[in-house]
Each structure stands twice: as C-alpha cells, then as structure tokens.
C-alpha cells in the first residue's frame, strides 16, 4: 500500500521536485491583489542587510538552547522577508548572506566536501526559489513579455535543471525521505545500486525498500526518536549499514544523513555508496595481510620492512628475538642506527638504503653486523630489496639471517689453517733436522770408524815400532768410546722421547758426583790444553739422585765446555749450597752463544752450526740430555751468554736430602782401594752370539782369565753343548737367527740340568724394558753391549759365585 503523501510526490524524470524545494514548490504562489511596497533602492537593500543580519544575530543567541540540527530555516525566513519588502534582487541579497553566515556560523561538518557543497547548494536554491517567488508574488502583474521577469524565470529553470544534473550524475544514491519514512527523491545512481527506478522507489517506504528486514525496527526507532528529541546519532555522520537490493541480496553501503526543516515538517536526505568492491579488497587486503603475518611470523630470517626515510615500519618475531627488542621500540627507528656496516664498507647504511630506494634494485651484502638490546652485534647476510606500489618505490624490505655459526666456522677453519701451515712448517723443519741429524749421525759415527778401520789395517800389516804400536791401539780404545758415546747418547734420546728412561734415585754425597766426573774429562782437558779449575763446598750436602745419571749431566756439562774452549782458555765448575737447593754452576771462556740461538740450546737435534764447516762435532743432544735428566731429578737448569766469543754458563739447581750421619759418612767415603781382579780358573762358561767377531771377543777375554769356554753360534748349537756338558755360567746373546735368547733361556728352565745354571744377557738391546724382559725369561744378570772385558769377566765371576 502506498505511502499517504505519495500522491503529491509520484512525480519523476525531469519534472520531478528536487528534496528540499518540493514543499516551497507546493505552497508558494502569487497572491493577487496585493499591492507591493515601493521604495528606493537604497531602502530595499538596507532592509535585505538587516533582515540577514537580524537573522543571524537570533540564532547566534538560541544556538545554546536549541538542538536543531538544520541552520537554514530563521534564514529563509530572512530572505523571504527581504523579497517580499525589497523584490527579487534584496532577496538574493539576502540569500547571499545567509549562505555565507550558514557556512561560516552553522553548517554541521560532513564526511566529505561533497556532501557539504550539496546541502548548502541546496540551500541556495531553495534561497533563490524563495528570493523569486516572494519578490515576483508581491508586484503587480506584468505584462506577460515583460523581460525582467521572463530572465529571472529562466535563471531559475537553469539553476534547478543544473543542480538536477548534479544529482543525476553523483557517484553515491541519493534519496530523499519525509518525516513519515518516505522516499521523496530518488537519483538514477540510487537506481542502479538499488534496482528500483524512480518512478517504482517514490512514495515507498524507505526502510522496507532498501533496509534489511533485521535493521528496519532500528530504523523507526531512531526516526522517531529524532522526531520526539531532535536527537539521531547518525546525523551528519559517516556510517556504514547493510542495504537490500530488489533481488534480495544484501550488500555493505556507507551513507550520510542530513536533516532539513520544510513547512513545518523535517525533510531528510541520505547519501549512499555501495562499499562492495571496497569491502571485498578490504577483505583480500585482510586474508594477504594475515598469509603475510603468517610468512613472516614462521620464517626462520628476520624481516625488517622500512619507509622511504629510512625508519623501521614492521619487524617479524624472528627479528624481535634475534635481536631482544620488541617490535614497539623497533618501529620507527632509523635502518641506520641498527645496521653497522663492517670496517671500510662502503656505502652506508643511509646510501645503501638510498641506492636500493632510488634504483629500486635488490642488494644481497654479507658480512655486516645489526646492534642488539644488550648492547652487543650480530653478524648477519642480508638482502634489501625495494617495495614497489605501481610505478613508485614506497620503501624496503630487509631479509637477514644470523651467521655467527658459519661465522665462528669460518674462523675455526682460518685457526685450523694457521695451524696447518705451522704444522706443515714444523714437520718441514723437523724433517730438515732430521736430514741434518741423519747427516751428522753418519758422520759422527763414520770418522771414529775411520780410525779404528784405518789403524787395525796397520796392526794387521804388522812392522810397527812399539810406540807406534801402542799409540794405535790408544787411537782404536779412544774412538770406540766415542762411538760407544754416541750410541749411548742416541739411546737415551729414544728412551726420553718414549718416556722409558728410568731413575734408581738415592742420597748421594754433591761433591763426589762432581769429582767423578772432573776425573773422567780431565784427560781431554789435559790434551787440549785447557785448564779445569774446581771450587767443590764440602758442606754442600747430599741430593736424591741417580749417581751415573747426574755425573752423566756434570760430565755433559764439562765436555761440553771443554769442546768450545780453545787452547789456554778456562773451565770452572763451581758446587756451592743455596739455601735448601745445591747449586753446580759450569762456566767456560769458549765460544759463547748467540742471543738468536740461547732460547733453542736445550732442544733435541739444534746446533747453533749444522754447516759441513762446523769446527765443533757432535749430535746436538747433550744438553738435551741434560735438561731432560736435571727435570726428572726436581730441578731446574739454565743457560747464560754474552754472546758470541764471551763463553757460556751454565747452572744446576736440585734441592738438597737430608740423611743420617751414617749413611752420609758411608756415601762420602771413597774406596780405599781397587777391587781386585777376579780369578776364573775352571770355570766352564757357553758363550752363545751369532756375530763371530763378539764371540771370539768374549772368548779370548774370558780365557785369558783361567776360564774354559764353549763358544756356539745358535741357540740350536747352545743347546746341543748343554746336552754334552753342563756349564757354570751361560753368556747368550738375545738378537740371533732362529730361536732367539728368550726361546734359549727358556729351554734351558725345562730341562733338570740346565735348569740352575747361572745365567747372563748380553745384548745390544738396552732398554729398562729389555732388562725386565730378560729377567722374567730366566736370565739373572742382563749386560748391555758394548761390554767392557772388566766387566765381562766381573759378571761371569759374580754368577758363578767368585766376585
């Protein structure tokens, strides 16, 4: 059923009312009869002022008591005034001001410029119908071709069909609505969002038509509230609602409401645009933004994105705890008080960032650092690439990854290289010396060799005086202990390097070990004419010490000096008690050390001249020795030059032993006497060595003293012996083709008559370990070779029970 006003508002097309003027349309019109006021023209003019003026001045004093939402209705009063006494160009004078006051005083601010340039236009038309209808109502009528008014009325079709014009093309519906609900206007804009045309929209209930059913209740809750109160929260606000079309869809629209005084009655218009299209990107805007967030917020690297100045819009959570700030303190913050380029990088931050905005071009950089909350760095690779809107570059995205890891990889691999390269140095340079050991050790051995070789040739020859007779043997005596030196040297090297030296430590007097080995060298002192000089405290005290091995560290000492002393120089050994430490200080006038050299002098194989055109021979493993025998004791040793060509000292320290007065007597005193030789008269004694030269040695030696000796050449032969005649004593070599000593001794142990007989290891091999071994075989007694003949015959004596 049709709306009670509908039909004086079913008009539509180009002829239809416009909202606001439909009522002046409807109740205006000329009163005949009536004789206008004629006055000059200053007086109408005046009087249009003041009717403005008087207009405005009544708002401004009911403005606080009156909640009316419209500021046009006491202002078409004004200009209806003013055309009524004035005429037409008064009244639009009039309507002029008004528009001006309104705008300036009362207009209620809208959403948009738009909406405020429609109403106060249409204010202006309505100002400018009222303006024409009153001036023109109050004369007398006219001719009918009287131009004036023909002008005026066609001025006022123009402005109508303009403002008409307007409205028909808006972008947003506009719809009028009666005080009652009504739509009282309808554009063809109102037509396409809606599907209603205006013809089917005028006159129809504004709710049922184009709200949905569940908002229609609010609705004429809220028209009515305003029609009671004045009150409509919606009013000259920007809202967004739900609209229904003629299909029955449903769609999200935004729209403003205004609200007018008309005869008496509110007038209402509404503009609407549909939001779908905008909602719908809203939408797409909201599922990319959480796709996105949900990208960022799982990636492993962390994103910072950035403006076009350079600060911080958005930091992912990966960020946040790379770098222990939250996201509010990062955001905002310039890219370049984090980023911290490495030493020397060019460009900076601020450039890089400049180039990637400007070029819009990625960057991938490696090696820079970002500033963390404590304080501290953190070594990233980055990639900083543009955001790009269109054609414009709006900011930058920066990707990084932590790369402490392969950071700390990179420099444990450089540490590993380094190390590398100097291992690779060191075992170049040790094979270097061990090609210059290898050198000297076959030099060293070979030139005592020579000797021997050479001066048995001559005995061999035979036609030597006794003098020189004697003198070959001293020279094949003295360069077999030479050699004997040298092995024994080597050995103990080994023994040091495998850590199988061993000590048989116990208190022994300072100064015998001392006097010991000053008796050994003083032959070489002697023969090169050097002179030894001794300052021996007798109260020095004892040391718990090896007594061969520490005369072995003296002896060392002292040939050592010797052999860099020249003819004539000095060579003093000085022992002396500091405090609770011996001190044995050996001090020459020879060659001297370099400073480049004095660090290494206690190192196995170094020689301050390894040249072919040394002056000096030797292995460069005494003071080695030395050093290694004085630790093991508990003390120290330390070396002392100059420089070169102003001698050498060298220093022992080991800490002092307490002992009894006895055994202190016991171990300073000497023997009184020599021991005399043993006799071996009778004695049956199997020497057993594959080496026929050592065989005949021993034989030779043992039967010189009274011994009779079975010589075999195997185990096999050994034990056939056996088999013939029990010996007293078995001498057995350990290193022999077939059955070894070992496999002999134990033989032997099986059978009831060889299985008591005293027996001895000689064997060249040396070791504390070889000694062990030779015991737990059977063997009581194991000899290292070379074997002196005094010792020789002293073994076999004390086996058989004669020592």
Known sequence: MAHPRAASIRASGPDAPLPGIMKSQASEAPREG????????????????LFAGGALLVKLLLAPLLEEPGPFLLFLGAVAAAAWRGGVGPGLLAAALAAVASHVFFLAPLASPADESLRLGLFVLESVTVAVLAGLGNRPPRPALDPERDRMEAGLRSAAAEMRAVLDSALDAVVGMSAEGAITFWNPRAETIFGWSAAEALGRDLAELILPPTDRENHRR???????????????????????????????????????????????????????????????????????????????????AVDRDGRLTFANPAAERMLGFPESELRGRPLGELLQRRAGSEPTPDDLLGRVLAAGTTVHLDGDALL???????????????????????????????????????????????????????????????????????????????????????????????GEAARAIEVIDRNARVQGQLISDILDVSRIISGKLRLEKKPVTAAAVVEAALDTVRPSAEAKKVRLEATLD??????????????????????????????????????????????????????????????????????????TSRPHGGLGLGLAIVRHLVEAHGGTVV??????????????????????????????????????????????????????????????????????????????EALACVEKE?????????????????????????RPQARDIPAAALTAYAHADDRGQAIAAGYQRHVAKPVEPAELVAVVASLAGRA
């Open 538 to 611: 007798p109260g020095a005290g004892h040391v718990l010490a090896d007594p061969d091995r520490l005369q072995q560290v003296v002896w060392n000492l002292l040939s050592n000096a010797i052999k860099f002393t020249p003819e004539q120089g000095l060579v003093s050994v000085r022992l002396a008690r500091q405090g609770r430490q011996v001190e044995i200080v050996v001090r020459d006038s020879g060659d001297g050390i370099s400073p480049e050299f004095l660090p290494y002098v206690f190192e196995r194989f170094r020689q301050a001249d390894s040249s």
């Open 34 to 49: 009536t004789e206008p006021m004629r006055h000059n023209a200053f007086d109408r003019y005046a009087s249009a002022v």
């Open 726 to 750: 029990t010996p007293d004593v078995l001498l057995s070599d350990i290193g022999m083709p077939g059955m070894d000593g070992y496999a002999l001794i134990r033989e032997l142990r099986e």
């Open 222 to 304: 809220g028209l009515q509230r305003f029609l009671g109160t004045g009150n409509w929260p919606i009013l000259g606000q920007r809202i967004e609602a739900r609209g229904l079309r003629r299909d029955r869809s449903h769609f999200p629209l935004e729209m403003s409401v205004t609200a007018r005084r008309e005869a008496g009655s509110w007038a209402f218009t509404a503009f609407m645009a549909d939001i779908t299209e905008r909602k719908r990107a809203e939408e797409r805007l909201r599922h990319q933004l959480a796709f996105t967030s949900a990208i960022t917020g799982h990636l492993g690297e962390g994103v910072f």
């Open 372 to 466: 963390k909350a404590d304080g501290s760095t953190l070594p990233v690779a980055h990639t900083c690439s543009p955001i790009v809107t269109g054609s414009e570059v709006v900011g930058a995205v920066l990707v990084f990854h932590d790369v402490t890891e392969r950071k700390q990889m990179e420099e444990r691999r450089q540490q590993l290289l380094v190390r590398e390269q100097g291992a690779r140095e060191e075992a170049e340079n040790a094979n270097r010396m061990k090609d210059e050991f290898l050198a000297m050790l076959s030099h060293e051995l070979r030139t005592p060799l020579s000797a021997i070789a050479g001066w048995a040739h001559i005995l061999r020859e035979g036609g030597l005086e006794p």
């Open 639 to 716: 070396a002392d030059s100059a420089g070169k060509g102003q001698g050498s000292t060298f220093t022992v320290r080991l800490s002092r032993h307490s002992v009894t007065g006895e055994h202190a007597a016991r171990t300073a005193a000497p023997a009184a006497e020599a021991a005399p030789v043993p006799s071996l008269d009778r004695l049956r004694v199997l020497v057993v060595d594959d080496d026929p030269d050592t065989r005949g040695m021993m034989e030779t030696v043992l039967s010189q003293r009274g011994a009779h000796v079975t010589a075999a050449a195997s185990a096999a």
